[in-house]
């Protein structure tokens, strides 16, 4: 049983580029959610997935943020036109809808210089 | 709305000791209640749950009970080893699971 896996781990980025994240959730799982997290706090919700479907995305998510989950299964989130404040651990985690726990990957951990 | 509340760390304590981490929270309606653990270097584990009033969540030596009334769910082990150490999220669930509110999280070093 694997859990949820990120790609990649770390990424550093200069200013102004675009980055790509990866989420493969758990294989059985419908419900895909992203989170950010900042040093020296809790995760806070980006977005979540429901199949294929985005169904609620947070205000934090700005409109250089983008996520998408076209089949179903993986997820990526694309961050356009970086800036220094969205460093930070960017996390998967995913469900079955109806199950109240959320199983998490390590994180993708984003520097921009 | 939705948020929890957990007492800053870190907390510094010596093996066997007694631990209790506080967690507070407002919600509406009613949620269900999360303790999470990160391990230097890995993602978060789910240690413990409870998803309605009155219920004790627990796993490894750790437990944790929703009160209602106070809107509490503190975190407590009766003995802690050096392994324990790391930080521990309070973490709640409103309406349909479709996204968990974090607290900022308590880091427990334990020293031998």
């Known amino acids: 049983d694997t859990g949820v896996s990120q790609d990649p781990r770390h990424k550093i980025t200069k200013r102004g580029q675009n980055v790509t994240f990866r989420c493969d959730p758990i294989?059985?799982?419908?419900?895909l959610y992203w989170y950010r997290q900042t040093l020296g706090q809790g995760p806070e919700f980006l977005t979540y997935?429901?199949?294929?479907?985005?169904?609620?995305k947070s205000r934090l998510l700005s409109d250089r943020f983008s996520a998408e989950r076209p089949k179903g299964s993986f997820s990526t989130l694309e961050i356009q036109r970086t800036e220094q404040g969205d460093s930070a651990m960017y996390l998967c985690?995913?469900?079955?809808?109806?199950?109240?726990?959320?199983?998490f990957g390590p994180g993708t951990r984003l520097t921009v210089l | 709305g939705n948020s929890v509340t957990q007492m800053e760390g870190p907390v510094t304590l010596s093996e066997e000791a007694f631990l209790t981490i506080n967690c507070t929270y407002t919600a509406t309606g009613y949620p269900s209640l999360f303790w999470y653990v990160q391990y230097p270097g890995e993602g978060l584990q789910l240690l413990l749950k409870a998803t309605k009033a009155d219920d004790k969540g627990s796993n490894k030596g750790f437990e944790a009970t929703y009160r209602k009334e106070t809107t509490s769910f503190h975190l407590e082990k009766g003995s802690v080893q050096v392994s324990d150490s790391a930080v521990y999220f309070c973490a709640l669930s409103a309406y349909n699971f479709n996204k968990f509110y974090f607290g900022s999280g308590t880091k427990l070093n334990v020293k031998p």
């Open positions: 294989s059985e799982h419908n419900r």
């Open positions: 997935f429901q199949n294929e479907a985005q169904l609620e």
């Open positions: 985690a995913s469900s079955r809808k109806g199950m109240d726990e959320q199983f």
